[in-house]
Each structure stands twice: as C-alpha cells, then as structure tokens.
C-alpha cells in the first residue's frame, strides 16, 4: 500500500508510525502502476485530483474516495478521468470527530456500513472489487444511486453536524462550563474539522436546506407547545421522537452495529 499526502509533514508522521509500505513523495509517484486510488482528501479537492491522476494512472484502474457526499464527484470524475479509469463511489460510514494519523485504528471499519454509489454507466467488476475490498476491513457493504445517496446523508449526517455547530454557538461559553454528558454527546461532532465538513455541506447544500426546514418546522411545534404551556403536545413530540430513535437503536443492535 502506498500513501501520499500533499503536506511533507504528513508524509514525515506516516512514515514514523509505518501506516502505509511505502509513502510517496509525489502524487504521480503513489499511483502510477496501481490498481485502486482511495481519495481521502476534502471533497472539493477531488476534481483538481481527478485530473492529475488521469494522466498518469493504468488503464482499467479503479478510482474511489471516502467522502461523505457523491453526486458531485461522479460528475467530476465522468468530466476528468477519462475512459481508462473506472470510478466508483465509497462512503465508509466510520470514523470520528478526530483528525489526523495520531488517531487511526486498525479496527475502524469492523462492522461499519460501506456505501457504494453506482450509476448506469459503473463498470460492474470494479464495483465486485470494491465490494470484497471493503469486505475484507469489516464493513457491511451496500450499493445506491448518489442522488439517494445525497439525500440520506443530508438528513442523518449533514444535518446533525449543522445542529450541532448552531446549538454549540447558540449557547454561552461561560454557561457551557456547566454542561455535563448530555450537553457534549449532543455536540460531540461540532468538534470535526470546520474545513473539511464546509465542503460537505456546501456540496449537499440542496437536500441540506430542505432538511434544515424539516427541523425548523419541528422545533417551532415544540416552541409553540412550550410557550403554550400544552403539556400534552410536548409529551407527545416527545415521545414521538423517543420511540422513533429507540426502534433505530434496535435495528443497529440486531444488524450488530451497535453493542447492547
């Protein structure tokens, strides 16, 4: 496994702690000669990437990313890699608020879920490919379309992150002092890199802002329950919601993505 990062203090730590055979020193020198390129980089990084690569990558080749948004990297890489490259997207859906190669696991991917995003121009062996190599890390692997993909990860990811973030700087730093668990589990994402998770939102910004809405509409049912003093109505969204996340808890236990 060869690795590269375009910062040479990067390049330095992963060789210090050996987290790939060999890192290079150059893009063109990690993936000339290889069969499968994994972009772990910023979303609105991966045209520019796209193009270098395509001049120097073989042919039949498999391009993929982990980025968390695809619909805009499947018109990338249909516009910059040209015909030799076979694309297909990846979204592990792993991983934390904590950034940089201090904090790599080797158990990450254990019963994590993989989604693998295809359109009717996806080259089937490379996605077969995929399926085994994501397999052989420990993920449940799935296949959708990148629209439905977008449109899933708006509401249960996107939007998390951007509630999070608002409640975080809604709220006073001095008040904050005080939180205790439930405060920082709540918030726990708003702790992600602000560079990396701009990209995701501004490359969903779409089904992000109707998502947004949905909230919006929720909470004012709340707001105007609690300025009511309707103690029925509350208890009701209330419960609504708590029955809701507990069915999903379930679900996560009995397909073991959760412990009990």
């Known amino acids: 496994m060869v ?30 000669g290889t ?9 609105f990084t991966f045209e520019q990437y796209f193009s270098e690569i395509s001049a120097v990558i073989p042919s039949g080749c498999i391009v993929t990313d982990v980025g ?3 619909v805009l990297p499947h018109r990338w890489a249909e ?9 297909v997207g990846s979204h592990p859906v792993a991983g934390s608020e904590r950034r940089g190669l201090e904090f790599a696991r080797d158990d990450l ?6 989604i693998l995003t295809t359109t009717p121009q996806t080259d089937p062996a490379a996605v077969k490919t995929l399926k085994g190599f ?6 449940y692997v799935q296949t959708m379309d990148p629209q439905e993909h977008d449109r899933i990860f708006a509401n249960i990811s996107h939007l998390p992150h951007l509630i999070a973030a608002g409640l975080v700087n809604a709220s006073d730093g001095e008040d904050m002092k005080f939180a205790g668990k439930g405060f ?10 602000a560079t990396i998770w701009t990209d995701v939102l501004l490359a969903n910004d779409g089904n992000l802002a109707a998502a947004v809405d949905r909230v919006l509409a929720e ?16 208890e009701a969204l209330l419960e609504a919601a708590r029955r809701k996340r507990a069915s999903v808890v379930k679900y996560k236990i009995r397909k073991k993505e959760l412990l009990s």
Do not use: N
Not at 35 to 43: E, F, G, R, S, Y
Not at 79 to 86: D, E, I, N, S, T
């Open 79 to 87: 516009q910059r890699l040209g015909k030799q490259a076979h694309y």
């Open 68 to 70: 968390s948004t695809k």
């Open 134 to 139: 994501w397999s052989a890390l420990g993920c």
């Open 184 to 193: 920082l589990d709540s918030t726990r994402i708003a702790s992600g890199p």
């Open 35 to 43: 069969d499968l390129v994994v972009l772990a980089t910023p979303i």
């Open 219 to 234: 909470l004012t049912k709340l707001q105007k329950a609690v300025k009511e003093k309707d103690r029925k109505g509350i």
């Open 3 to 32: 690795g590269y990062s375009h910062r040479a203090v990067t390049r330095k730590k992963a060789r210090s702690l050996a987290v790939a055979t060999e890192v290079a020193d150059s893009l063109a020198a990690a993936v000339s």
């Open 109 to 114: 991917f254990m019963q994590a879920r993989c």
